[in-house]
């Protein structure tokens, strides 16, 4: 006994091999093999700028942050003197270049 819906599904069936024999046949070269994925398919990142070295380390990083922050500070606040004698004026000396007073009017 055949039903409509057999007939259908022998020539689906048929048109559903003949792309994978198409392929089979394309991949046979002789002496080809496939080649494997590179770096930029693997990782996936995309266009990313390039990055210093230290950024790639937070450890690194922080420490250098740290180290910049101390040499802009240094330059704002001035260093902390003991007193081993007794005060015999400035040793850096006085500038006379600045002023730190406000006029009044």
């Given at each position: 006994m055949r039903f409509e819906g057999d007939e259908e599904d022998e020539s689906e069936n048929e048109l559903m091999e003949q792309p994978n024999k198409v392929v089979e046949a394309f991949d046979e070269k002789p002496g080809s093999s496939k080649r494997g994925i590179n770096y930029q398919i693997e990782k996936n990142k995309g266009l990313t700028p390039k990055r210093d070295k230290t950024y790639r380390n937070p450890r690194v990083r922080n420490r250098m942050k740290a180290r910049k922050a101390t040499i802009k500070r240094k330059s704002i606040v001035p260093k902390v003197r003991d007193q081993d004698k007794r005060y015999s004026g400035e040793a850096t000396g006085i500038r006379?270049?600045?002023?730190r007073a406000v006029k009044i009017k």
């Open positions: 006379t270049g600045i002023v």
